[in-house]
């Protein structure tokens, strides 16, 4: 059984690694990334935590004519748009590190310290990400349960950071 979960571990992680660099191919030029993120808000993930809420699946056994077939294809169905989610989340948390990297740059002040933490944050998302997609598997299996808390305040720490330290010259 070990061995089964270390193997889904490292399919998922060589799944997230091939996706994030064919993301980074098709997305290589983008126009002004803080032009993007005056539109972004973390609230269009909200739902993600919801998705694998049990009271759905104890109304759902509830119900006259239930069968336990239905539960596992709506937990399958609900993986499925969590992962469209997810892959949403991981293009714009990308998109928000692309104007932070800009706001680096850019900025008249030293942000060494706002590097560092843009660097841990942006492992701490990776690590989320990884996590969430094997609790995802192992969920469709019935096993264990989905929280998306941590990947969600890791995206919304990157982005309330960025927000922070836009350039004032821009309103100029």
């Known amino acids: 059984m070990a061995f089964l979960i270390v193997l889904l571990a490292i399919v998922v992680v060589g ?3 091939l996706s994030l660099t064919l993301w980074r191919r098709t997305h290589a030029a983008e126009s002004d990334p803080l032009d993007w993120l ?7 993930y909200e739902p993600m935590e919801r998705l694998f809420d049990k009271a759905d699946y104890r109304f759902l056994s509830s119900q006259p004519g239930y069968h336990p077939s239905i539960s596992r294809r709506l937990r399958r169905q609900r993986a499925g ?4 989610y997810l892959g949403s ?3 714009d948390f990308h998109r928000v590190l692309k104007a932070a990297r800009y706001i680096i740059v850019c900025a008249p002040e030293d942000q060494s310290k ?12 990776y690590a989320a990400v990884c996590a969430i997609e094997t609790r995802v598997l192992l969920h469709v299996l ?4 989905v929280d998306a ?7 919304g720490r990157m982005e ?3 927000r922070q330290l836009v350039p004032r010259f821009e309103a100029a």
């Open 38 to 44: 005056d539109g972004f808000s973390t609230s269009r």
């Open 15 to 17: 799944a997230i690694v």
């Open 114 to 125: 706002f590097a560092r933490t843009m660097w841990r944050t942006r492992w701490s998302f």
């Open 149 to 155: 808390h941590r990947l969600l305040a890791a995206l």
């Open 81 to 84: 748009i969590f992962q469209s």
């Open 89 to 91: 989340m991981i293009g």
């Open 142 to 145: 019935g096993i264990g349960r």
């Open 160 to 162: 309330s950071s960025t």
